[in-house]
């Protein structure tokens, strides 16, 4: 009984440590430091809007628009658009839903919902709906690499490299895929697969400021804070190295905090003998 326990208190501190790394890199790509490029989810993808400094300017412009003609397709893509880089994420998925509905073959469209959902934790539902967005005989990378990320947070890495194995087939050495492909190696603790996926990412001229971010994430994972310092420190101007440094800090610390809770928890405590 005593060695069943000792299994469960370790499989419950696997699970404590990826659910924190999940959490980690849930806020590395859902929050901005200073000057970094909007990133809403894991997917990696480009800028869709054009972002003011007010994103709730944005907002009300994209939604009067929308008002004025709520069967635009395209009005109601950037107005989704729109709340999603504002963090308005249920608004976005309600307004691309319907939108969907009136226009249920419009690919861009379903694309948008799909990562809308995705940004709101319905991770399956933008799974299927990712799907109907492109086709097997035209796929699109964006679309592929988007899929694997949801997988991702469905546990399923696997399959999700499969996704960006594919993605990569179609756009090789993309950055924004390597960088997907290495937070998904960050999820099944292969830190090292995970940093030699970064860096290959961060070699590229089109790499933004995500992929070096994730890069410091692996490398200070690892307990190399200087390096990963660094690395989000490079050729920023001082404040906004500073807040980076910052921000990474609070990053791990809070990988620090999750892991030590769950240490502390004794083995009798965790389960049920049967």
């Known amino acids: 009984m005593l060695q069943q326990l000792r299994r469960q208190g370790r499989s419950a501190r696997l699970l404590a440590f990826t659910a924190s790394c999940a959490t980690l ?27 003011a400094a007010d994103p709730r300017r944005e907002v009300e412009s994209c939604r009067d628009r929308f008002r004025a003609n709520p069967n635009d397709a395209d009005a109601a893509l950037q107005y989704g658009q729109a709340l999603r880089a504002a963090g308005q994420r249920s608004q976005a998925v309600a307004v691309l839903e319907q939108a969907t509905i009136a226009h249920p073959n419009n690919k861009a469209l379903l694309a948008g919902y799909g990562r809308a959902l995705a940004d709101n934790g319905n991770f399956q539902q933008a799974f299927d709906v990712l799907g109907n967005a492109h086709s097997p005989d035209d796929p699109d990378w964006r679309i592929l690499s988007a899929q694997g990320t949801v997988l991702d947070q469905l546990g399923r890495h696997d399959e999700a490299r499969q996704y ?51 890069l410091a994430l692996v490398v200070g994972l690892q307990g190399r804070l200087a390096e990963a310092e660094s690395i989000v420190k490079a050729d920023r101007p001082a404040e906004e190295a500073a807040a980076n440094v910052a921000y990474l800090r609070r990053l791990l610390a809070r990988k620090e905090n999750a892991t030590a809770q769950v240490d502390k928890i004794p083995v009798a405590a965790v389960g049920h003998p049967d």
């Not at 901005?32 to 909007?38: E, R, S």
């Not at 997917?43 to 054009?50: D, F, I, P």
């Not at 790499?207 to 994730?214: C, P």
Request: include cysteine; glycine fraction near 6%; proline fraction near 5%.
């Open 25 to 51: 890199l849930l806020a590395l790509c859902g929050c901005q430091t200073a000057g970094a490029p909007d990133i809403t989810g894991s997917l990696g993808e480009t800028t869709e809007t054009s972002h």
């Open 164 to 214: 960006y194995a594919s993605a990569l087939r179609i756009k090789p050495d993309e950055p924004s895929v390597l960088s997907n492909l290495g937070l998904s190696y960050i999820l099944s603790k292969d830190l090292p697969k995970a940093e030699e996926t970064l860096r290959r990412a961060n070699e590229s001229a089109d790499a933004d400021l995500r992929v070096r971010q994730n």
